[in-house]
Nanobody, 123 residues
Framework: QVHLVESGGGLVQTGGSLRLACAASGLTFSVYAMGWFRQAPGKEREFVAGISRSGVSTVYSDSVKGRFTISRDNTKNTVYLQMNSLKSEDTAVYYC????????????????WGQGTQVTVSS
């Protein structure tokens, strides 16, 4: 059974940083591209960042480019999202997702999803 478990969320002030982690189990992590998505209250879930299965290729939404960094450690079956210069509009539940393909995509058609971790940015 596949499990994706996010951690690292919390409350942070505007301009601060957080590092999210997503630990995967029950799958061959290295053959899955990974993505981070988020859903703010009253809004649809949106793509944030993605990383290829090798970790060489990354892709970001325009709203986080230059502030967030996605990375992965295939020896630990874990994907990370380093979030810097946080803004109030980054407040959302953050989800990681796995897709059995080479490169991450912006669409929602991922194979597995985590339960999410709350990130709240206060001013």
């Amino acid at each position: 059974q596949v499990h994706l478990v996010e951690s690292g969320g919390g409350l942070v002030q505007t301009g601060g940083s957080l590092r999210l982690a997503c630990a995967a189990s029950g799958l061959t992590f290295s053959v899955y591209a990974m993505g981070w998505f988020r859903q703010a209250p009253g809004k649809e879930r949106e793509f944030v960042a993605g990383i290829s299965r090798s970790g060489v290729s990354t892709v970001y939404s325009d709203s986080v480019k230059g502030r967030f960094t996605i990375s992965r450690d295939n020896t630990k079956n874990t994907v990370y999202l380093q979030m810097n210069s946080l803004k109030s509009e980054d407040t959302a539940v953050y989800y990681c997702a796995a897709k059995r393909t080479i490169s991450a995509t912006r669409g929602q058609n991922y194979d597995y999803w985590g339960q999410g971790t709350q990130v709240t940015v206060s001013s």
